[in-house]
């Protein structure tokens, strides 16, 4: 067993630092309240390779593996969890879903866009009464003149307004339950095919989140993702390896709010000295970095039992799980080592204590995640 990461691991983490550094970290506070979707880091991001991260070289992709994969997205969650979503939702959702469930001439026609960013992705499953319960769909796909005709509407769509290329289920087979469920590509300007209302959200304000409304939308045969009637299970194989990089947003997000605490406990100064010479302080730093280590240490694991090819549904629930509520406290820990300070937006930690709320819902909620855990452990008793 070895803790060690390699040299390139360790290159790529400087790369993508500086990165965020100097692309992201100037204009946050902007982003944030201008809720302003960052498509021009966005298309840099592409050109280094961070959307395409887990996909071949040869369909336009980094060739990376999933603790890389997970690298990427932590680093960019440190500094604006906002970005960091982006790029996880294009990656482990929408582009991972034509390049798991395609076939050669739909992976050919779309992931040399999408991995190099050239287009955006977009994953539409929930719907206003569809999150976790697949049976509540309502979004349906009806076969007419050789082809498909969708209608319905899906909600909490990360890119939705930015995307040129949504992957959307529907219910093609309504008898069948979960497996009555397609999956479907559709291209940005199909007739038919729009973007409602835009969420304005608590936190992650960089990142669109909204509607994709579907009225009479007629799709080709081609546009049908996987097996008919097998949009849903395969749905369940993609939140396998999205939910690895929700629990590295998690870290990121963790660490971005330690590392602000860190430094200000050192400059606020109280009776006379700095903040981090007071026990009460120092433990709590102690709690927040060994709470970091162990979340690190859970995404890393799924993220290499991922790249052996190995199922990960236990272990990247429990990574998610554990990381996301971890991060929580640690926010909100952060803000409590600031004081007064930490409830204004001068400070950093008023916005990742906003944000980070979110990676315990988005991707399966909390309780979700330990439903899947207790399955999994009681089928290996």
């Known amino acids: 067993m070895d803790f060690e990461t390699t040299a390139e691991q360790r290159q790529l983490r400087r790369a993508v630092r500086e990165f965020a550094e100097a692309e992201i970290r100037p204009h946050v ?7 302003t979707f960052p498509l ?11 959307l395409g991260a887990i996909f ?14 997970a690298i990427i997205i932590e680093e960019l969650a440190r500094v604006d969890p906002s970005v960091g979503l982006i790029v996880a939702a294009h990656n482990s959702l929408c582009t991972n879903h034509i390049f798991l469930a395609g076939n050669d001439e739909q992976r050919k026609k779309y992931l040399p866009k999408l991995t190099t960013g050239e287009w955006i992705g977009c994953w539409s499953l929930t719907e206003p009464e569809a999150g976790s319960d697949a049976a509540g769909t309502r979004t349906t796909a009806v076969r007419r003149d050789g082809g498909w005709v969708l209608n319905g509407g899906k909600t909490f769509t990360t890119n939705a307004h930015y995307a040129q290329v949504c992957v959307a289920m529907a219910v093609t087979d309504r008898g069948a339950s979960s497996h009555g469920i397609s999956a479907f590509i559709l291209e940005a300007g199909t007739a038919g095919f729009r973007v409602g209302k835009k969420e304005d959200k608590l936190g ?83 709690d927040m ?6 979340a690190r240490l859970l995404t890393y694991r799924a993220g290499w039992m991922k790249d052996r090819n190995e199922r990960v549904t236990k272990e990247s629930a429990m990574a998610k799980l554990y990381a996301s509520e971890m991060a929580v406290r640690v926010a909100d820990e952060a803000l409590q080592i600031h004081g007064g300070y930490g409830f204004i937006k001068d400070y950093p930690v008023e916005k990742f ?29």
């Not at 506070?29 to 809720?35: A, C, N, P, S």
């Open 29 to 35: 506070r902007k982003w944030d309240e201008e809720q």
């Open 289 to 294: 970095a060994t709470w970091i280590d162990a």
């Open 40 to 50: 021009e880091v966005v298309k840099k991001a592409g050109e280094l390779g961070f």
């Open 353 to 381: 204590y906003r944000d980070v709320k979110l990676c315990t819902i988005g991707e399966g909620t909390s309780e979700i995640q330990r439903l899947v855990i207790a399955r999994q452990v009681l089928k290996s008793d």
């Open 204 to 286: 992650m304000r960089a990142s669109a989140t909204g509607e994709v409304l579907f009225s009479e939308c007629r799709l080709e045969e081609t546009q049908l993702l996987g097996k008919l009637g097998e949009g849903f299970v395969d749905s369940l194989r993609i939140l396998d390896g999205g939910r690895i990089s929700i629990a590295a947003l998690s870290v990121g997000i963790a660490q971005g709010a330690y590392e602000a605490a860190l430094k200000y406990s050192k400059q606020r100064k109280q009776f006379g000295r700095p903040i981090s010479e007071f026990q009460a302080i120092q433990h709590k730093l102690a």
């Open 56 to 69: 071949p070289e040869e369909l336009g992709g980094a060739g990376l593996g999933y603790i890389e994969y």
